[in-house]
């Protein structure tokens, strides 16, 4: 038997085969992850980086306005309806703007703009319900902005830090 597995050509053995499938295998799982890196989205890295940056200090202004002016706000909001419910402390303007940034996903980032209702309370409406987790960036034509971030899937209500 020995002898007959001996005689038999390189290719008709298992050994040479097992040997050869391991840095196969290797190119293979190479292949596809270069692959996937050249045609994915790239949304958690900013093209404009450097501009970024240099808006932070508007950013961190903005935020500042807020706090020395007593602003505070809370949201509520209905996943079954749709419906923003804001709450706010000292904010006078007669509409605000939210934007809500996806924290992975750039292309699923979208803008409401919040309604005053009451001389504290504002309304929007969404148009589809929210998941996952979104940083908010309250805003107000005055200036100011707030920012928090929720877990729609756990949290129905958002207190904005300061």
Do not use: C
Not at 107 to 135: C, M
Not at 141 to 162: A, M, P, T, V, Y
């Amino acid at each position: 038997m020995s002898t007959a597995v001996a005689n038999q050509p390189w290719y008709k053995q298992f050994w040479p085969w097992f040997i050869i499938s391991v840095p196969l295998s290797s190119v293979l799982v190479a292949v596809v992850q270069v692959y996937a890196a050249l045609n994915s989205s790239s949304d958690l890295v900013k093209d404009d980086y450097y501009k970024e940056g240099l808006a932070i200090n508007q950013v961190i202004t903005q935020r500042e306005a807020a706090k020395s002016m007593g602003i505070e706000a809370n949201l509520r909001l209905d996943n079954l309806t749709g419906e923003l419910l804001l709450n706010t402390k000292n904010a006078t303007a007669p509409k605000l703007t939210a934007l809500f940034a996806h924290a992975a996903v750039s292309s699923k980032d979208f803008t409401v703009t919040f309604i005053q209702t009451h001389p504290s309370e504002y309304r929007a409406q969404l148009e589809k319900p929210l998941s996952g987790i979104w940083n908010v960036y309250l805003e107000s034509s005055n200036g100011w902005q707030l920012n928090g971030r929720i877990n729609s899937d756990i949290h129905d209500h958002l207190n904005f830090n300061l």
